[in-house]
């Protein structure tokens, strides 16, 4: 049985890889680089929110703010390797439990 | 019918890679759910009518953002199978956030305020994707599309100031001592004879300053 493709469908979908992602996080202990992917994925989930209602109300704005997202996931991204090679550089792994500077 | 199957299909797709992503062990393995992810996300959004935004996903996170990331796999030299898993202590906390926030997000989504049939407006004599989003972009957003400029410079002169180290016996420009020097220590007037050139000759004044770190 197929029902009509409604905002409603895109907005369950989205929260679910939203929540995927931060699954990822929460229970991902290993590795720094699969957070990051991670994070990746909770952003694409918000723009896919943006995109499906920009289409649903044929307004043009969430496409716009899905843009932004994009350039923020980019400069995100590059910061965050970036302190990944530092870490790697600095304690020679880059396992989570190795930042324990603060005894979090 | 036909696209709420092909939007079926990009979904599960969305959803195969997200979970190789969290699942994989090995980053690479991530990677390529990674791949597969955003793939499928530029497929949607080319059904939702962005293509303009589709094609730049590709662009930017399978060309930009994924060579990246295995850039950096490549330089780490990590065992990545001998990392250890603390995964378990966390699973019933984990999995209690996790499930919450899915079923707040569901039930928001379901039977919230956006659980109101909206239709879709009839998509004639509208302009292309393109055109719309640049009249809007540079127009009503040009100030933020401005400082999303600003946003990626911030990010390019942070990675580079965050991952740059001085090494010793590298010799870089010193651009003051370049203007300070004045004409009687970088030139020399000689007259060489002919048939002879300048020979052992070298330059009276000149003397090579340190060489600054």
């Not at chain 2, 999303?148 to 580079?160: F, Q």
């Amino acid at each position: 049985m197929f029902y009509m493709l409604t905002l409603s469908h895109v907005l369950t979908f989205s929260a679910l890889l939203f929540t995927l992602g931060l699954a990822g996080i929460v229970l991902n202990r290993r590795n720094i680089i699969a957070i990051l992917m991670c994070i990746e994925l909770m952003l694409l989930a918000v723009s896919i929110n943006l995109v499906g209602t920009s289409y649903f109300r044929a307004d043009i704005a969430g496409q716009i703010v899905s843009m932004f997202i994009l350039t923020v996931a980019a400069a995100e991204l590059a910061i965050g390797l970036a302190i990944v090679t530092l870490f790697f550089r600095n304690r020679g792994t880059i396992e989570i439990d190795a930042a324990d500077l603060m005894k979090g | 019918m036909l696209p709420d199957l092909i939007f079926a299909l990009f979904a599960t797709g969305i959803l195969v890679g997200a979970g190789l992503i969290i699942a994989a062990r090995n980053p690479m393995l991530g990677m390529l759910g990674m791949l597969v992810t955003f793939v499928n996300a530029a497929g949607l959004f080319i059904l939702f009518g962005a293509e303009f935004l589709g094609l730049l996903l590709i662009m930017v996170y399978l060309g930009a953002i994924a060579v990246m990331f295995l850039f950096v796999l490549m330089t780490i030299d990590q065992e990545f199978f001998q990392l250890k898993d603390k995964g378990r202590a966390y699973l019933p906390l984990g999995l209690i956030t996790v499930g919450v926030l899915a079923a707040e997000f569901i039930l928001a989504a379901n039977f919230g305020l956006f659980s109101t049939n909206i239709t879709v407006l009839p998509a004639t004599e509208q302009p292309q994707n393109i055109v719309q989003i640049g009249t809007v972009l540079f127009t009503t957003y040009a100030l933020p599309f401005q400082l999303s400029g600003l946003v990626l410079l911030t990010a390019m002169v942070g990675a580079i100031v965050l991952t740059h180290r001085p090494r010793p016996g590298v010799r870089r420009q010193s651009i003051t001592q370049q203007v300070l020097r004045t004409k009687n220590e970088g030139l020399t007037m000689t007259k060489p004879k002919t048939g002879q050139g300048l020979g052992t000759q070298t330059a009276k004044h000149w003397k090579p300053k340190s060489v600054s770190k």
